[in-house]
């Protein structure tokens, strides 16, 4: 067998890939009716209180555990089930208004075949994702969601590759079709996954990370801006927060307009702050979901968000240099 040099194998490394992509393309422009009917029907039986039970064998059982593992992470209850244990005892898993999704992409899986009666006779609803629309699979079951690509990445056209990778693509596609189908949010999200940093973050609220108390420059509406400066530095803050007599926000004062104000003589620090803070900054309230925070970073463009209570008292202030640490960037 002739040794294949660097720049052969990067380019059939590229070629495997462009393969993938190309089916991936040719199963997104596939994607029709029966698409649309299987969400309706997933829908149906997770409103009666069911579940979407989801099978398949070799590498399609592979891709059932991670397409019903996704589903189950983002609020449409799911599991999997190998044909060969339900024959055995395993179709216990199955109860009154499930539905069964079947992977097989040549839609012949003798193993799957044979579940088929057996679900039947249970009443259940089934979806085959299959390749092959016109396959025995397909014939059984009482949806058919078609997963139409050209070829295989394989030289020889047998390993399973660009068959299931259009495969997972679908199923995403169906699991994140379903959350919008069925309004799960990020707070949701957050309860399903407790131990991870991302359900953390998640639920983190904003007065979970901002700073408070001797971290936060504070400063009332007569104060000078070197009563900002010197607030701002006992605070290591880039911002000094501006509250009138009640202790609502009036202001914003940052070390960016200090500079920007510095060239108007030597008197700058005895002049009012009010002067040259910005009235009515945009603010957030302590309990907004911290994961908010950063969307109103971007939006205006700014470093510094202050805090505020829902009586619109002031009550801290995010820097955006504290997020990475709190790990909700």
Partial sequence: MEIMNKANILSRARQVMETEIEGLRTAQDALGEDFVAAVECINGAL??????????????????????????????????????????????????????????????????????????????????????????????????????????????????????????????????VLIDTRAFCKEQYARLHPAGAIGQALLMRVKDIMRADQRLARLPLDATIKDAVMAMTAAKSGAALVTDHSGKLAGIFTDGDLRRHLSEGADILDRPVKSVMTSGPVSVTDTALAVEVLRLFEKHKIDDLPVVDAQGLLVGCVDIQDLPKMKVI
């Fill in 47 to 176: 409103n009666k209180g069911g579940k979407l039970v989801v099978t398949g064998i070799g590498k399609n059982l592979h891709v059932a555990e991670k397409l019903s593992a996704t589903l189950a992470s983002t609020g449409s209850t799911s599991v999997v089930m190998n044909p060969i244990q339900a024959m055995h005892g395993d179709l216990g898993i199955i109860a009154e208004n499930d539905v069964l999704l079947a992977l097989s992409f040549s839609g012949e899986s003798e193993e799957v075949i044979k579940l088929i009666p057996a679900v039947r006779r249970l009443g259940i609803k089934i979806i085959g994702m299959v390749g092959n629309p016109d396959s025995t699979l397909a014939r059984l079951s009482d949806l058919v969601l078609h997963v139409h690509i050209n070829k295989e990445a394989c030289p020889f056209g047998m390993a399973p590759t660009t068959s299931t990778t259009a495969t997972m693509a679908v199923g995403d596609a169906l699991a994140m």
